[in-house]
């Protein structure tokens, strides 16, 4: 009877330890975390796309597959989807140690566009500088005019909630 009731004794300190244990780390972690956000310095910008300018594409020029709508955009005339009207965009990449998919990732994301056609002969495996065909809905590519001749870059920003995200930035 009495090793029964030190082994119940035994249990219950180790439960009340085990949980003491998990909540101090978990306090812990918690104080760590709400100190590296609020001293955590924010990063005002990284890869930076510049001297975004429309590209000449020859394909255009094949009147029977392509139609001219307006200043850098035509309609794909064999695409019979919405997202039948194309783009081609040149533009240099300032890029980091990040993952350089970014800002182009998000600026299709923005204006609901896809890369139809990466122009391999415009980009060297050594270069900066990109020419690539985008293709979206007529009213999000005319839309996406206003990134021509501006900067675009990724920041960081801290939201409302503290933490901190990444945003998009035309400027």
């Known amino acids: 009877m009495k090793t029964t009731r ?28 709400a100190q ?31 139609r001219f709508i307006e200043n850098g955009i035509y309609e794909d ?6 997202q039948k009207y194309r783009m081609t965009v040149s533009y240099e990449l300032e890029f980091d140690e990040t993952n350089n998919q ?11 566009m896809h890369v139809s056609d990466f122009l391999k002969s415009e980009n060297g495996p050594s270069s900066n500088r990109y020419v690539l065909e985008l293709a979206g809905y007529l009213d999000k590519m005319k839309e996406a005019k206003e990134i021509i001749g501006k900067r675009v870059f990724n920041r960081e920003i801290k939201s409302k909630d503290g933490k901190i995200r990444v945003g998009l930035v035309i400027e």
């Open 6 to 33: 030190v082994r119940q004794l035994v249990k219950a300190v180790t439960i009340i330890l085990s949980i003491t244990c998990t909540t101090l780390m978990f306090a812990q972690s918690k104080k760590q975390d």
């Open 36 to 66: 590296s956000s609020d001293t955590q310095e924010l990063r005002l910008e990284f890869n930076v796309m510049k001297n975004i300018s429309f590209a000449k594409n020859v394909k255009y020029d094949d009147h029977s597959k392509y």
């Open 77 to 82: 005339l064999n695409d019979d989807s919405g």
């Open 102 to 112: 970014y800002p182009l990732e998000d600026i299709l994301d923005r204006y609901l």
